[in-house]
């Protein structure tokens, strides 16, 4: 029975963040969304850069990996590493539950999740490959990265630095003092947005980027009666 309403409540949040839509302004689609979170999330960040820190890693089977390969994805992405006693597992845990809650509605095909691990030299192919099973991840739309062979061992915690997020050594072991945050790429590289800490509303996340899509077909359409219009007077 707990099953059942696990999964029912997980539908009916895809349902939810599928149908609605926040008012989103003509020349500047995330305008008013992102001042409505604001109102709703008070762990929700508004970045609005022209565009996300973009990376070339791999994949668990060697795979070269950039951000580019998504841009017509929202990409939400996060930085962990494996042996992360506390806050890394919880963080991947309401990671897969977004992902869970986004892959039982529509937008399963529009959206990427990427865990990037700042711990490559132990974070091994077989150890990225178990991660995502003990977590609960689906691969259908979800990668863990990690650098590739020609990079040092520190450049994923140097690209979380420009994320803005910070992984620092402790002086008598190999764990890592960091925070907790939730990144979000809009559809063509914009970096739209962070969630901070663990705090956040999952539906909220998931309304966020269901407008960001949103805005993007809304976008796409405008642009097509436009080209359309101004084609018959050519």
Same mark, same amino acid.
């Given at each position: 029975?707990?099953?059942?309403?696990?999964?029912?409540?997980?539908?009916?949040?895809?349902?939810?963040?599928?149908?609605?839509?926040?008012?989103?302004?003509?020349?500047?689609?995330?305008?008013?969304?992102?001042?409505?979170?604001?109102?709703?999330?008070?762990?929700?960040?508004?970045?609005?850069?022209?565009?996300?820190p973009d990376f070339e890693l791999q994949d668990?089977?060697?795979?070269?990996?950039?951000?580019?390969?998504?841009? +017509?994805?929202?990409?939400?992405? =996060?930085?962990?590493?494996?042996?992360?006693? *506390? !806050?890394?597992?919880?963080? #991947?845990? /309401? &990671?897969?539950?977004?992902?869970?809650?986004?892959?039982?509605?529509?937008?399963?095909?529009?959206?990427?999740?990427?865990s990037i691990t700042t711990d490559p030299v132990?974070?091994?192919?077989?150890?990225?490959?178990?991660?995502?099973?003990?977590?609960?991840?689906?691969?259908?739309?979800?990668?863990?990265?990690?650098?590739?062979?020609?990079?040092?061992?520190?450049?994923?915690?140097?690209?979380?630095?420009?994320?803005?997020?910070?992984?620092?050594?402790?002086? +008598?072991?190999?764990?890592?003092? =960091?925070?907790?945050?939730?990144?979000?790429? *809009? !559809?063509?590289?914009?970096? #739209?947005? /962070? &969630?901070?800490?663990?705090?956040?509303?999952?539906?909220?996340?998931?309304?966020?980027?269901?407008?960001?899509?949103?805005?993007?077909?809304?976008?796409?359409?405008?642009?097509?009666?436009?080209?359309?219009?101004?084609?018959?007077?050519?």
């Amino acid at each position: 029975m707990q099953l059942i309403v696990c999964l029912t409540r997980r539908a009916a949040l895809a349902t939810f963040a599928a149908t609605i839509s926040f008012p989103a302004s003509a020349d500047h689609p995330g305008e008013n969304l992102d001042a409505r979170m604001f109102e709703m999330e008070p762990y929700f960040q508004a970045l609005d850069a022209a565009q996300a820190p973009d990376f070339e890693l791999q994949d668990a089977e060697g795979n070269p990996v950039r951000l580019a390969d998504f841009s +017509d994805k929202v990409v939400i992405l =996060h930085f962990i590493y494996a042996n992360c006693p *506390d !806050i890394c597992p919880l963080h #991947a845990e /309401k &990671f897969a539950a977004v992902q869970a809650s986004v892959n039982d509605g529509p937008m399963r095909d529009l959206v990427q999740f990427i865990s990037i691990t700042t711990d490559p030299v132990n974070d091994t192919p077989d150890v990225l490959r178990e991660y995502g099973d003990r977590h609960g991840f689906d691969p259908t739309n979800w990668v863990m990265l990690t650098k590739r062979p020609d990079q040092a061992d520190d450049a994923t915690r140097l690209l979380a630095r420009d994320y803005g997020l910070e992984f620092t050594m402790t002086a +008598d072991s190999d764990m890592m003092m =960091h925070g907790a945050v939730t990144h979000v790429v *809009d !559809i063509g590289g914009r970096f #739209a947005a /962070k &969630f901070h800490g663990m705090e956040f509303k999952n539906v909220n996340l998931i309304l966020y980027v269901s407008e960001l899509i949103n805005n993007a077909q809304h976008r796409r359409r405008e642009r097509g009666w436009w080209d359309r219009l101004t084609g018959a007077f050519q």
